[in-house]
């Protein structure tokens, strides 16, 4: 039995990577050159989560996936709104892929980004709960408004019906703009924290260079002393040889005037 379950895992991951390979053959040029990093394929993961609400509702996405292009030029990554939009396919179609896998671990270790999706996916999961009892309290509202009125607590349908409507209309956009409010506060920390870690990384950075400096300094100082040692021991020696020749010179001229 758990031979037949690797089997149809294993039949399934195929069937995953020919799908992929088709759709890069069909969109040539899209996600070819360069690859996607890892740090580049996080930044737009956060950006995709960021904007995730908005492509829940609408259907006609295309300037969504235009500003995640804008998004990831400004951080120095050139990609296309179609490149983007491609990218986030196949990473949904890996990361259903890995749902099959029982072990939290290889499912990291098959894709790395399996909890970046997930958070994602969660927190869809709960914004959509979030809607439906706001609709479905919406509804009885509704529904106790228009037994107010049959009762003769209105005195007419339609200028009740329309302040409903109104106030409705109103509470959508408070939502949407706290919606809005809350996805600006957490890009901003996002920012924050990277603007931190882009720090922190600076001053390590400024740290092993001002050591390595100082360490070619010492390096230099003592090859300085040693050129002085060896240049010391030169003269020392030249003076010895100088004076054995001159003693020998002089041993020489004395036994000529001796002859």
Not at 18 to 39: C, E, F, K, T, Y
């Amino acid at each position: 039995m758990e031979g037949l379950h690797h089997h149809q895992y294993y039949h399934r991951q195929h069937h995953q990577q020919q799908h992929q390979q088709q759709a890069m053959n069909v969109n040539v040029g899209v996600d070819r050159l360069p690859q996607w990093s890892i740090q580049e394929t996080k930044e737009f993961l956060m950006i995709r989560a960021e904007l995730d609400p908005s492509f829940m509702e609408t259907k006609r996405n295309k300037q969504l996936w235009e500003f995640i292009s804008t998004r990831l030029k400004e951080k120095g990554y050139n990609r296309s709104a179609e490149q983007c939009k491609c990218k986030w396919k196949n990473l949904v179609t890996r990361y259903k892929g890995c749902e099959m896998v029982e072990e939290e671990a290889k499912r990291q270790q098959q894709f790395p980004f399996y909890n970046d999706l997930q958070a994602i996916f969660s927190a869809r999961k709960q914004t959509t709960s979030k809607k439906l009892c706001s609709d479905e309290e919406e509804d009885k509202g509704r529904y106790r408004g228009k037994e107010k009125g049959k009762k003769g607590v209105s005195i007419s349908g339609s200028p009740s019906e329309s302040i409903n409507d109104g106030n409705d209309i109103k509470e959508i956009l408070k939502c949407f703009m706290r919606q809005q409010l809350e996805l600006e506060i957490q890009w901003r920390e996002a920012l924050e924290v990277r603007e931190n870690e882009r720090r922190l990384k600076e001053m390590e950075w400024r740290r092993t260079m001002e050591a390595l400096e100082n360490e070619r300094v010492m390096m230099d100082i003592r090859w300085r002393e040693k050129e002085e040692q060896r240049r010391i021991r030169e003269e020392a020696r030249s003076e010895r040889i100088d004076a054995l020749v001159t003693t020998l010179l002089n041993k020489l001229t004395r036994d000529d005037h001796m002859k």
